[in-house]
């Protein structure tokens, strides 16, 4: 049985996200979308609500898991008995950052592989800052993540 786990931030899940889980969980028997806690990051949602938006936006994906971890991606990967992780590229500007990353866990991990997935074009600029920054103004988001989030998102502004 092949594990994967997709790790990020997630802050929050954007269509773009979910496009990647739909598209490696076809390529894992068990995807685990990963949600990491990076104390450093300042970030809109708890890594709880990060974990449920997830949960609700994935729930009618049957191999597909959520989680939460903190500490290093592959040292999680391996507790998890994961063979690969998946990342998503957008476009140049990530190559160099997540080219640099998998380097850097290759050699922490060396039987772990990572995964990375195109984009696909109609997300290739969406990020979860773009979200927040557009919802921040006021911006319609419906385009750029589901309902149920859309929701959580307009719900914090008003905080
Ligand atoms: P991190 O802080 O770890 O980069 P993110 O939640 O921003 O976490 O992203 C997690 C992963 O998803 C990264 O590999 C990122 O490149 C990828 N990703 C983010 N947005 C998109 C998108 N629109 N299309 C494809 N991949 C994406």
């Known amino acids: 049985m092949t594990t994967a786990i997709y790790p990020g931030s997630f802050d929050p899940v954007t269509n773009g996200h979910l496009d990647i ?12 979308v ?4 990076n104390p ?4 809109m ?11 609700e936006t994935t729930k009618d994906i049957p191999n597909v898991r959520v989680d939460a971890f903190s500490g290093l991606t592959v040292d999680y990967a391996r507790k998890q008995q994961a063979s690969f992780m998946v990342r998503g590229l957008r476009a140049v500007t990530d190559f160099d950052y997540e ?8 050699v922490l991990a060396p039987e772990i592989e990572t995964v990375f997935l195109a984009t696909d074009l ?4 969406l990020s979860s800052s773009v979200v927040k920054q557009a919802a921040q103004f006021g911006g319609d988001i419906s ?8 929701k959580k998102v307009l719900d914090k502004m008003k905080k």
């Not at 990963?34 to 806690?37: N, P």
């Not at 080219?99 to 290759?106: A, G, H, Y």
């Open 21 to 32: 889980i739909r598209r490696a969980a076809k390529i894992a028997d068990v995807l685990i």
């Open 34 to 37: 990963a949600v990491s806690q």
């Open 143 to 150: 385009g750029f993540v589901p309902e149920y989030v859309k």
């Open 99 to 106: 080219l640099q990353l998998s380097q850097t866990n290759k």
């Open 45 to 55: 949602f708890t890594v709880k609500e990060r974990v449920a938006m997830l949960r």
């Open 122 to 125: 109609q997300h290739a600029y």
């Open 40 to 43: 450093d990051k300042v970030s």
